[in-house]
């Protein structure tokens, strides 16, 4: 099993250009998330999707806007990136049903340099 | 505001060692609380996943516990081996949300 694909893995982009992180699960999961992780700071949510079809803000939305194209995929854009943005990001995903937990799974990351 | 706390940020041990990573937190109403092993270079990958109606869990050398009304869990790993080195995250997830509020880490290493 392939379990959560990025793409790309790394990428360099000039203030002000976009791009998009493709995020893709083969577990049938009907969650997904985007985090971006910065040094000192830890892993902090920017969007979610609990189903196909619906998006929710996390904790660091702005600056970004998310796809949820079908269930298996989950996109993340910037539309005029930053430095601030600087960042490696992770998609993740997991089954969400009432009254059961499930974990969470990662994929490897892009790591994103905007100069 | 839940705020997730990991101390110490780094740990050196030598191996064949019992050793006990800490995570607390602010507010004791959990949904549940996962602990994560991150490698260099990689994703998150989830060891123990422990529900908050439960106390503890347990994966082989690993054994996690919750104590909600202290806002405390411990990960405890058993004869701690080289291949044990990496960063230790903790997470929990509030009530009637999907999200996941992260700690910093704890960045250990085994000494073969």
């Known amino acids: 099993n392939a379990g959560v694909t990025q793409t790309p893995k790394f990428q360099v982009l000039k203030t002000g250009q976009s791009m998009t992180l493709q995020c893709a699960q083969d577990m049938n999961h009907n969650s997904m998330y985007w985090y971006r992780q910065d040094p000192g700071m830890g892993l902090r949510l920017i969007y979610y999707s609990a189903s196909e079809g619906t998006t929710d803000k996390g904790e660091v939305p702005n600056g970004y806007n998310v796809s949820r194209l079908n269930k298996r995929e989950f996109s993340l854009r910037l539309e005029s990136a930053a430095p601030s943005q600087t960042s490696v990001y992770f998609c993740?995903?997991?089954?969400?049903?009432?009254?059961?937990?499930?974990?969470?799974?990662f994929g490897d990351g892009t790591r994103l340099s905007i100069l | 505001k839940q705020e997730v706390t990991q101390i110490p940020a780094a740990l050196s041990v030598p191996e064949g060692e019992n050793l006990v990573l800490n995570c607390s937190f602010t507010?004791?109403?959990?949904?549940?609380l996962q602990w994560f092993r991150q490698d260099p270079g990689k994703g998150l990958t989830s060891l123990l996943l422990i529900q908050s109606s439960q106390r503890e869990q347990t994966s082989g050398r690993l054994n996690a516990s919750l104590d909600k009304s202290s806002g405390r869990s411990t990960l405890y790993i058993a004869a701690s081996q080289p291949g044990d080195s990496a960063t230790y995250l903790c997470?929990?997830?509030?009530?009637?949300?999907?999200?996941?509020?992260f700690g910093t880490g704890t960045r250990l290493k085994v000494l073969a």
């Open positions: 997470a929990v997830r509030p009530p009637g949300t999907y999200k996941y509020i």
């Open positions: 993740a995903s997991s089954e969400e049903r009432q009254g059961r937990n499930q974990p969470q799974h």
């Open positions: 507010d004791s109403a959990i949904y549940n």
